[in-house]
């Protein structure tokens, strides 16, 4: 069974800092891996969506890598900004089914 | 466009006692999840439909849990008999095909008590 895996759980950083969150799964064999933020007592949006066949993505000040062979992926955040706390989840799709972390909460101090 | 739309947004009951929770998708998304994120955990995958038909449900406890998508647009989920350790936010999101980006409701919040 797949299992996927965020560090750090926690992370404050000063505003207008660079940033990266983790995340790490255990089976290579995935279709796509999706990452999303969600806000406290809202459902979840997506941020970025990498193909297996892709190496990154980017949007805006967002950069997500993927490295399938290493089981890894990274958000990359540019000039982090306090609109931008907030709960980042990563999502395995392993065809049919898909997996999620438990999630990096993430505080900008303004 | 209008996003999925979820109802109730809250609801507490007491154990033994059945619930269900409503979901309308995207226009036009043919795939349709529900998700139980239980506090302090990410979402776990209950059932996927496509039009409407179940792709796959391995994680939805059948005893107490079923869910249906007659028409192939909105969806419902319901549980009976409740157990306390079903109080959880219930997810619906919607994918334009499957395994694409996926489009979250705000939730249910149920309390089980």
């Known amino acids: 069974k797949q299992e996927v895996t965020q560090i750090p759980a926690a992370l404050s950083v000063p505003e207008g800092e660079n940033l990266v969150l983790n995340c790490s799964f255990t089976d290579s064999a995935i279709y796509n891996l999706q990452w999303f933020r969600q806000d406290p007592g809202k459902g979840l949006t997506s941020l970025l969506l990498?193909?297996?066949?892709?190496r990154e993505q980017t949007s805006g000040r967002l950069n997500a890598s993927l490295d399938k062979s290493s089981g890894r992926s990274t958000l990359y955040i540019a000039a982090s900004q306090p609109g931008d706390s907030a709960t980042y989840l990563c999502a395995v799709n392993t065809g049919n089914q898909f997996y999620f972390g438990t999630g990096t909460s993430l505080t900008v101090i303004p | 466009e209008a996003g999925v739309a979820q109802s109730p947004r809250y609801k507490i009951i007491e154990k033994r006692q059945s619930v269900a929770f409503w979901c309308n998708p995207i226009?036009?998304?043919?795939?349709l999840y529900w998700y139980q994120q239980i506090l302090g955990q990410g979402p776990k995958l209950l059932i996927q439909?496509?039009?409407?038909?179940?792709?796959?449900d391995s994680q939805l406890p059948k005893d107490r849990f079923s869910a249906e998508r007659l028409k192939g647009v909105d969806s419902t989920l319901k549980i009976q008999p409740a157990k306390l350790e079903d109080s959880a936010v219930y997810l619906c999101?919607?994918?334009?095909?499957?395994?694409?980006?996926?489009?979250f409701g705000p939730g249910t919040r149920l309390l089980v008590l």
């Open positions: 990498i193909q297996s066949s892709q």
């Open positions: 999101a919607s994918s334009l095909v499957r395994s694409e980006t996926q489009y």
């Open positions: 439909f496509q039009n409407n038909g179940v792709v796959d």
């Open positions: 226009s036009g998304h043919a795939t």
